[in-house]
């Protein structure tokens, strides 16, 4: 799978929007943009995913560059819940079985102040 | 409602002795895998199955087995446990979708067990 590149650490306010970065100049046309989070001491709970439209879901929103090297995830009002490490994912388009092996980077750490 | 279990959630043993982490999804999913997760490496898979009877290896499989008998369950059997064994360990479970593919669809992951090997 196409590396991503996510900054180590933000900090946002209760209640406030959030925009998560992520980076991949090397995607591939059939490359999903999956984001997962995980809580502490959680397993990863899935957010949202697209392949070039832009796409909301109850959690959060997922903007992608128009060239799809690169896409944000929006979290509209951020809870202290919402405190996670982020993970955007690529997932390449294939039938083999290692095409489920989801790999994980070190993700963006989010902290929720009140 | 939907979901992913595991037991134990919380083990300590000692090497070598066999022990088995079990688990389970209600959701009738094809495929299913065990991830473990360590400091500073991230998650990786450790062995996934696409179907009953149908299993193969991920990133790091040595030292660990699975079965799938059933398309609910996927035990992890660590046969000779080994301090460097010591992790978290993630379920998860997929649908197979359209010609065989999961790229698009979400993964529902389990609580997690935390393992000790002393």
């Known amino acids: 799978d196409a590396k991503t590149t996510q900054p180590n650490s933000m900090e946002s306010n209760e209640e406030e929007p959030v925009h998560l970065p992520c980076n991949h100049s090397?995607?591939?046309?059939?490359?999903?943009i999956h984001w997962y989070r995980q809580l502490p001491s959680q397993g990863p709970e899935y957010v949202i995913h697209g392949l070039t439209s832009n796409v909301n879901n109850r959690m959060a929103s997922l903007a992608i560059a128009e060239d799809r090297k690169s896409s944000t995830l929006i979290l509209h009002r951020a809870t202290l819940r919402d405190a996670a490490v982020y993970y955007c994912i690529l997932r390449v388009m294939n039938y083999g079985g290692s095409q489920g092996n989801l790999i994980f980077g070190k993700g963006t750490k989010l902290s929720v102040k009140p | 409602e939907a979901q992913v279990t595991q037991n134990p959630r919380y083990l300590i043993t000692v090497t070598g002795k066999k022990l088995t982490v079990t688990c389970s999804q209600n959701?009738?999913?094809?495929?299913m895998s065990w991830y473990r997760q360590d400091p500073g490496l991230g998650l990786r898979q450790i062995y996934y199955s696409m179907n009953v009877e149908v299993t193969d290896k991920g990133d790091v499989p040595e030292g660990y087995k699975v079965s799938r008998k059933e398309k609910r369950n996927f035990p992890l059997i660590l046969e000779s446990p080994s301090p460097n064994q010591t992790s978290l360990y993630f379920c998860?479970?997929?649908?197979?979708?359209?010609?065989?593919?999961?790229?698009?669809?979400?993964?529902?992951f389990g609580p997690g067990t935390r393992l000790t090997v002393l």
């Open positions: 090397t995607i591939s046309g059939t490359d999903y």
């Open positions: 998860a479970s997929t649908p197979i979708g359209l010609a065989g593919a999961t790229s698009y669809n979400e993964q529902f």
């Open positions: 959701m009738n999913h094809e495929y």
